[in-house]
């Protein structure tokens, strides 16, 4: 059952095409309401600094979430936030949620620098482990770090983004279009500010798996818009030393898919 702080609606919509305009959001805005309530929905979250403002993450077990490390970093003080200044809100939408928890400890990639120029190599290693202070996955769910994605996978990008703070926003049926080098995918995803975190999944045996997170997005020669994802493989091995499971798990608060949202998904 949602906790609640306001009205909640959890009916699929498409979003207005005023975020058009938004960088990240690439030709027409294929975005689409999703419902917070309904597993692997519920398993994302938004990532709240203490500041004002947020980041997405995916719980990966029970209390493990991955984010992105550039979320950690405070400007004004140009230090990392301390753990404790993180809340991690699951199945958040409209001020209702699922469940919510601050942050105990944070794991982040050994390579990435916090204060500097953001680059694609930078990015590549732009990710970071959150241990919970509570098993916010048994309410909300968590879904298993699967294989990177390839080109002939089907993605599924959901987060809150800028425009869509208050509510899960999903791109299905987005593609990964190449890579800028070993650690760092490049995709069509609609994703804009307010999405870095967010998960990138793809379904592999009728099973939300997270094939990467969402970390930026990078203009190229030509003016091409793409976004830019760190791939399973690079936290995979840290998430799991944390005690991330092998498997995903819907919570006891999620609810099954819609019919015609799973038909989509789990289209190859």
């Excluded at 609606?9 to 690439?26: D, T």
């Excluded at 992105?68 to 939408?93: D, E, F, I, Q």
């Excluded at 400890?105 to 620098?113: E, L, N, P, V």
């Excluded at 970071?128 to 294989?147: R, S």
């Amino acid at each position: 059952m949602m906790t609640r702080l306001g009205a909640l609606a959890v009916l699929i919509a498409a979003l207005p095409a005023a975020a058009q305009g938004l960088k990240g959001i690439k030709g027409a805005d294929d975005r689409v309401e999703v419902a917070a309530n309904q597993y692997p929905w519920s398993a994302v979250a938004r990532l709240n600094n203490g500041k004002g403002g947020h980041c997405s993450a995916i719980l990966v077990g029970p209390a493990l979430a991955v984010t992105a490390a550039h979320c950690l970093w405070n400007k004004s003080t140009l230090r990392p936030m301390p753990p404790s200044s993180l809340h991690v809100v699951a199945g958040y939408a409209r001020g209702a949620y699922l469940g919510a928890t601050r942050v105990v400890a944070t794991s982040i990639a050994s390579g990435w620098q916090f204060g500097q120029p953001y680059s694609p190599a930078l990015a590549a290693h732009d990710w970071a482990v959150l241990t919970l202070a509570e098993p916010l996955g048994d309410i909300a769910g968590w879904v298993a770090i699967g294989e990177a994605a390839a080109a002939v996978d089907s993605l599924v990008a959901v987060g809150y983004g800028q425009d869509k703070a208050h509510i899960p926003a999903a791109h299905i049926g987005c593609a990964v279009v190449g890579r800028m080098g070993a650690g760092l995918l490049t995709h069509d995803c609609d994703a804009v500010h307010g999405d870095s975190g967010a998960p990138v999944l793809v379904w592999r045996a009728g099973q939300p798996t997270l094939a990467a997170i969402h970390v930026g997005t990078f203009t190229f020669e030509g003016g091409r818009v793409l976004g830019g994802a760190v791939p399973s493989a690079s936290f995979a091995t840290e998430a799991r030393r944390l005690g991330a499971p092998a498997n995903g798990k819907a919570g006891q608060a999620s609810t099954a898919l819609a019919p015609d949202i799973a038909a989509r998904v789990t289209k190859p």
